[in-house]
């Protein structure tokens, strides 16, 4: 059990455009979820928290326009990068604490954006 | 504000040999402790936690770690390593606060080579 899965796990996209990611606790309701950001042979940086029907809290240097998270269900929350640059290019991964322990992170399997 | 702090970028290590890879962590109430491997490319194992209670904590793959709250460091040990052993190892911190678990704060993480 406790299995998080992410939507694409690859995305190449136009410099401008608007990108998707999803993350769904796939066998348990996650009231809180979280978003990291790794650049390449980097360490993993969190992004923002995400609470289920609520506002994302975001750390501070993250731009909340550019990152939009929605955290929409008990399964489900999605980071949307709005007008991707290359610099936006990463690996974003997502974890759920598993409600309502809430004391141990199941990650997913990354995405990793590339713009052009 | 909460830290960790991995000393080895690199470390390299025979087959079979022992292996301990050093955390220090800063956290300003009791923390969670975690250790983490990934491969080129690939999402984050849990090797092992540790929430309370027994200071040695075991973990899968042989891996051990030892939490010591007087050195505030939580340092991780394999007896006799395996090639397939070769990854980025990260040690991670976090904790609750409110009603639910907080986002992790990962050290910089300790590339491991295993020589033939």
């Known amino acids: 059990g406790a299995v998080v899965s992410q939507h694409p796990s690859r995305v190449i996209c136009k410099s401008g455009t608007s990108v998707k990611i999803e993350c769904r606790s796939l066998?348990?309701?996650?009231?809180?979820m979280f978003w990291y950001r790794q650049f390449p042979k980097q360490s993993l940086m969190l992004m923002a928290t995400?609470?289920?029907?609520?506002?994302?809290?975001?750390e501070q240097g993250v731009e909340k326009d550019k990152f939009l998270i929605n955290h929409a269900s008990l399964t489900l929350s999605t980071l949307t990068v709005t007008s991707a640059h290359p610099e936006d290019s990463s690996f974003y991964i997502c974890s759920a604490a598993r409600d309502p322990l809430g004391d141990e992170q199941f990650f997913g399997p990354g995405t990793r954006l590339t713009v052009l | 504000a909460q830290s960790v702090t991995q000393p080895d970028i690199h470390i390299t290590v025979s087959e079979g040999a022992s292996l301990e890879l050093r955390c220090n962590y800063s956290?300003?109430?009791?923390?969670?402790l975690f250790w983490y491997v990934q491969s080129p490319g690939q999402g984050l194992q849990l090797l092992l936690k540790?929430?309370?209670?027994?200071?040695l904590v075991q973990g899968i793959k042989g891996f051990e770690a030892e939490f010591k709250r007087s050195q505030s460091s939580f340092n991780l040990r394999k007896p006799s390593v395996h090639w397939s052993d070769a990854a980025e190892y990260f040690c991670a911190v976090g904790g609750r606060s409110g009603g639910g678990a907080d986002g992790l704060t990962f050290g910089k993480g300790t590339h491991l080579i295993i020589q033939p």
């Open positions: 956290y300003g109430a009791t923390p969670y």
């Open positions: 995400s609470n289920e029907g609520s506002k994302a809290t975001y």
């Open positions: 540790y929430f309370s209670g027994d200071t």
């Open positions: 066998d348990f309701q996650a009231t809180t």
